[in-house]
């Protein structure tokens, strides 16, 4: 990483290129992070807007809290919002900025592992609509994103895991062998953080790169998502699961999805078990019933990927192989449920 991140913010900070500055925060990045960056950047003068932190605010309610108070601070086309917060911050913040007169500058200051490896990098901006994860949104790129490791210091121990399900996602879509799944496992995740954050994140820049608008080749980065977001909705709803976090519902999806691989494209047994395996040691297995596997099936229908009514799957041949645009039978979805929940 560079060594002064928040040189290019404070450059401009001081040029007074913007008339007024926003920094979006939860009430978690507000008590924890705040203070970091405002000691980094010398920032002295700007708005806070403060939101409620989780995914049950990743909505429409919260936007208009947000645009509320842009108004009431008398924020103009030059205004800057910063978002310093996690994915759904960041996600939201760029949504609430790109769509606010037109479009603000944003700036995205991850402060989850999750944020600074995936959700604050491609473009990807938006908001959660009746169950539907990420339904309402648009393309858009913050100016700029600082990576700064030293956020992750009052990361819980869970929270901090659950960006490994992103950087997992990454390392089996790379074709590098020095990054892919096998290479990973070998590296300290928490003394080895900072390097990980810098090359997990550039192999997802590099996919975006070669399709931002996610027509073709950037579909790879759906990996494990077809099922882990219809997961992560339906711990939303239903009674029987607690609200699992967004890596978490990403572990169940890979697991499941390279299953499918394992049956449809031939993905090798030895590499599913040894996936599985290894996200054992960090993720608890969940138990669904019968019911709620029928019912996160039912959601997923829905899902916003799918064109002509076919639902898409991204499926590996080998690690670093990914194979787009695949569809699989109920019965094949239900057997890879059974898959995850035998023990090893
Ligand atoms: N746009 C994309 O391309 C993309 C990619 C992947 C995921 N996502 C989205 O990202 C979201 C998940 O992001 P997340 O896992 O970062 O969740 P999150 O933003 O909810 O953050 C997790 C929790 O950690 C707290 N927190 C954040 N930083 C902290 C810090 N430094 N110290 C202490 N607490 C802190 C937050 O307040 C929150 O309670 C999902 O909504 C998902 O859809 C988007």
């Known amino acids: 990483m560079k060594t002064d991140q928040y040189s290019l913010l404070k450059e401009k900070l001081s040029s007074k290129a913007f008339s007024s500055i926003f920094v979006l925060v939860d009430d978690n990045t507000d008590k924890f992070c705040l203070d970091i960056f405002i000691k980094k950047t010398k920032i002295d003068e700007f708005n806070k807007i403060t939101i409620n932190s989780g995914e049950q605010n990743k909505n429409i309610d919260t936007c208009q809290i947000i645009w509320d108070k842009l108004n009431a601070f008398n924020a103009d086309r030059k205004s800057l919002l910063i978002n310093l917060g996690g994915g759904v911050l960041t996600d939201m913040g760029g949504f609430v900025a790109s769509t606010y007169l037109r479009g603000i500058t944003f700036i995205n200051i991850p402060t989850t592992l999750l944020g600074m490896v995936d959700a604050a990098h491609g473009g990807k901006t938006g908001i959660d609509f009746k169950l539907l994860k990420n339904q309402i949104g648009l393309f858009s790129d913050p100016t700029e994103v600082i990576l700064d490791s030293d956020y992750l210091s009052t990361l819980t121990k869970d929270e901090f895991l659950n960006g490994y399900a992103e950087v997992f996602k990454h390392s089996l879509l790379t074709n590098k062998k020095d990054l892919n799944f096998n290479s990973l496992i070998k590296l300290d995740f928490y003394k080895d953080v900072t390097f990980i954050i810098e090359k997990y994140s550039e192999i997802k820049k590099e996919i975006v790169e070669l399709d931002k608008f996610e027509s073709n080749q950037r579909k790879i980065l759906n990996l ?113 449920f059974k898959f995850y929940s035998k023990s090893l």
């Open 224 to 336: 494990g998502h077809t099922i882990g977001h219809a997961i992560e909705s339906y711990s939303y709803i239903s009674s029987s699961l607690n609200e699992l976090k967004h890596g978490e519902a990403i572990i169940v999806g890979l697991i499941t999805e390279l299953y499918i691989s394992h049956k449809l494209l031939g993905f090798p047994l030895k590499d599913l078990q040894n996936i599985k395996k290894t996200f054992s040691e960090y993720f608890d297995v969940i138990s669904f019933s019968d019911k709620d596997i029928e019912q996160i099936h039912d959601l997923m229908i829905y899902d916003k990927k799918n064109e002509a009514d076919k639902l898409n799957f991204v499926l590996l041949e080998e690690i670093g192989s990914p194979v787009i645009d695949q569809q699989i039978t109920k019965e094949l979805f239900i057997e890879a």
